[in-house]
């Protein structure tokens, strides 16, 4: 493990990367290049370089580098900020290298708001990407992620690849060459794509009810994931509560963390026009769905037509493992004799600082041993994308979360994002290790 430098420490990790000393960024908005970069003083001098959220930065641990460390990457925005360092190709890729996990700002001591300096960086890393592949992204998230039809679709090719044999047909197909290999890996993160089965428009509660709540049942976690959204459905119902799935579209959690703010923004308004028409909380089963549904209020906050609207709408949003555990099952669980661990979420446990509830519900099943997992608030290399655009990385990263929950001897871990499942699961698998990988609400499914 990467051990924690001294405080005095400039984020250099080679000679090359030598930046002159630290700048004060001395007004608001400075032109820097590709645009202007808001700066506010006071979040980069929040940072005073202690080295305390090191140990909890999977990219430092695994490159034991400053420059790929929040206090580092802090330091390089400064430089861009004030002028004295140009957005350049390898600053960029320092940035954009960031796994925007949050584990830094949960664990700084300093109160930095890590989160926001991100987000002002990424629109101007977006617009270095060379044309194509911003394209290409900008594609997905309108085109494709809001369409559940062409989803769908998608889903079923998919399916269809893998009953076919098609990552079998690419390894002997050398005429790819490279390609191939890096299609191949990106696949060995793609799970057993399920039958898909369309969600009920409502569900159907006997007796007296404890309440109506709308399921946001996601892009992504529908095709990839569609039982665990009917799961979802079974243990509400178990509450007595009555659950609508309405009209809906992508969370835009995709494009906003890609810098995309247009897109995230469009897909915001539509996700706010059809649930005004709605009652009662908005259950969302992918923890990086609720994360980004809670942010509506901050990410219209300018606009003077949507601010109140957006702020009332995330006021209404409860990620899955909240809902279950602010409500009563109407019977007892089975006994489940299993040892079982579990791995956090960021966008649980840091986007949301929602930590207790999990363990309550997993805590909640007699007979069920739940095993602490070592670093469990470390990402496990996901983060949306970044396993596509960074998959060595990722994949180094990964490494640790696996023998960490090999180390528990757990028979299951459990999680609650879609990205965590597919990351981890690919992990267990490529390590041989007979560990079931499960999202929680599968796992009390079972014993409810």
């Known amino acids: ?61 695994a490159t034991a580098k400053e420059t790929e460390s929040p206090r580092g990457r802090i330091y390089l925005i400064n430089l861009w900020a004030s002028g004295t360092q ?29 989160e926001e300096l991100l987000s002002e960086s990424r ?9 194509y592949s911003r394209r290409l992204l900008r594609f997905v998230c309108q085109k494709v992620l809001p369409d559940y039809k062409k989803l769908r679709s998608l889903g079923k ?56 709540v709308q399921l946001f049942s996601g892009c992504v976690m529908d095709i990839l994931y569609n039982h665990v959204n009917h799961a979802s459905i079974r243990m509400l119902t178990a509450q007595k509560r009555i659950v609508s799935v309405p009209e809906q579209t992508c969370c835009g959690a995709l494009a906003y963390h ?11 308004k539509q996700n706010i026009e059809l649930f005004e028409q709605t009652t009662g909380a908005i259950v969302v089963t992918a923890s990086g769905c609720t994360a980004m549904l809670k942010q509506y209020g901050e990410l219209l906050a300018d606009d003077a037509e949507w601010a109140g609207r957006a702020k009332a709408f995330s006021q209404r949003v409860v990620d899955i493992v909240e809902a279950l555990d602010a409500g009563q099952f109407a019977k007892k669980p089975e006994q489940l004799a299993r040892k079982v661990t579990y ?41 949306g994308i970044f396993n596509l655009t960074h998959t060595e990385l990722s994949e180094q990263i990964l490494k640790d979360k696996v023998r960490s929950i090999a180390d528990t001897g757990a028979e299951m871990v459990v999680t609650t994002n879609p990205g965590c499942l597919l990351q981890i699961s690919s992990g267990i698998r490529a390590a041989g ?16």
């Open 258 to 268: 890609s810098g995309e703010i247009d897109i995230a923004q469009q897909l915001a």
């Open 343 to 383: 791995h956090a979420s960021c966008h649980l446990a840091h986007a949301q600082g929602v930590r207790s509830a999990p363990e309550r519900l997993l805590r909640g099943i007699e007979g069920l041993s739940l095993i602490p997992l070592e670093n469990a608030e470390h990402c496990c290399g996901s983060a």
């Open 157 to 212: 090719m998919l399916r269809l690849w893998q009953i076919l044999g098609g990552p079998k047909l690419m390894v002997v197909a050398p005429w790819l060459g490279k390609l191939a290999a890096r299609l191949n890996r990106w696949h060995s993160f793609l799970p057993p794509v399920p039958k898909f089965s369309r969600l009920p428009r409502q569900s159907w509660v006997s007796g007296e009810k404890t309440g109506q």
């Open 1 to 61: 493990m990467a051990t924690t430098s001294s405080p005095t420490d400039h984020p250099l990790d080679t000679a090359d990367d030598a930046l002159p000393s630290q700048p004060s960024c001395s007004t608001s908005l400075i032109n820097i290049g590709e645009g202007k970069l808001t700066c506010d003083q006071s979040l980069l001098d929040a940072c005073i370089h202690c080295g305390l959220c090191l140990p909890h930065c999977p990219t430092y641990l």
């Open 433 to 448: 290790l007979p560990v079931e990988v499960k999202h929680i609400v599968e796992l009390l499914d079972e014993v409810y």
């Open 123 to 131: 629109p101007h890393l977006a617009k270095r990407r060379d044309r």
């Open 86 to 114: 140009q957005l350049s190709n390898r600053l960029t890729e320092h940035l954009e290298s960031c796994l925007g996990c949050l584990g830094c700002q949960s664990a700084c001591p300093s109160g930095v708001q890590y």
